[in-house]
T-cell receptor
Framework: DAGVIQSPRHEVTEMGQEVTLRCKPI?????LFWYRQTMMRGLELLIY????????DSGMPEDRFSAKMPNASFSTLKIQPSEPRDSAVYFC??????????????FGEGSRLTVL | AQSVTQLDSQVPVFEEAPVELRCNYS??????LFWYVQYPNQGLQLLLK??????LVKGINGFEAEFNKSQTSFHLRKPSVHISDTAEYFC??????????????FGKGTLLTVNP
């Protein structure tokens, strides 16, 4: 079975540019999470979707960040305009509703973003 | 709200030595507890979890963890480590009930380095 698929794996861009990160969750998983990982702050939950609907976006740092889930098999995280402090590894993770209590999130391999 | 403290940011050990990675948590409600492992350049994967029952739980790759409610700890152990266990290990908690029970709160991670 294919796992969570993220693209691009690496992105280097200049300050002010728009960045779009993509995620394909595991088929049948109805919960999707975007996390950001940095040395300073560790893993932070940015946004949580359930059945394609954003449930909790309290972790989105500011208006420059937006996320969408137009269907059950695709989600995007967009940063516009990007800033150097956005440099981090961004993870997408998915989970089935029946596993909500077991905590078994399935993570993608991450998108490493560097903003110069 | 919950918080997780991983007491050691780095733990170097020699191959075949025992290891303990420490995790303490704080929560005003009952929680489930998890350990995730992140190998270099990969996403996180579930190592083991405590939901209920026996306080000693066994996970993959020979790891085990013990839940101690009075000390609010969930330390991870392995009696004999291998080079391939070199990775970053994350402790995480989730509230058992409530509106935010989908949210995993992660510690900042412990980098385990196994040397020959």
């Amino acid at each position: 079975d294919a796992g969570v698929i993220q693209s691009p794996r690496h992105e280097v861009t200049e300050m002010g540019q728009e960045v779009t990160l993509r995620c394909k969750p595991i088929s049948g998983h109805n919960s999707l999470f975007w996390y950001r990982q940095t040395m300073m702050r560790g893993l932070e939950l940015l946004i949580y979707f359930n059945n394609n609907v954003p449930i909790d976006d309290s972790g989105m740092p500011e208006d420059r960040f937006s996320a969408k889930m137009p269907n059950a098999s695709f989600s995007t995280l967009k940063i516009q305009p990007s800033e150097p402090r956005d440099s981090a590894v961004y993870f997408c993770a998915s989970m089935t509703g029946t596993k909500i209590n077991t905590g078994e999130l399935f993570f993608g391999e991450g998108s490493r973003l560097t903003v110069l | 709200a919950q918080s997780v403290t991983q007491l050691d940011s780095q733990v170097p050990v020699f191959e075949e030595a025992p290891v303990e990675l420490r995790c303490n948590y704080s929560s005003s409600v009952s929680v489930y507890l998890f350990w995730y492992v992140q190998y270099p350049n990969q996403g996180l994967q579930l190592l083991l979890k405590y939901l209920s029952g026996s306080t000693l739980v066994k996970g993959i790759n020979g790891f085990e963890a013990e839940f101690n409610k009075s000390q609010t700890s969930f330390h991870l152990r392995k009696p004999s480590v291998h080079i391939s266990d070199t990775a970053e290990y994350f402790c995480a908690v989730r509230s058992i009930s409530g509106g935010s029970n989908y949210k995993l709160t992660f510690g900042k991670g412990t980098l385990l380095t196994v040397n020959p």
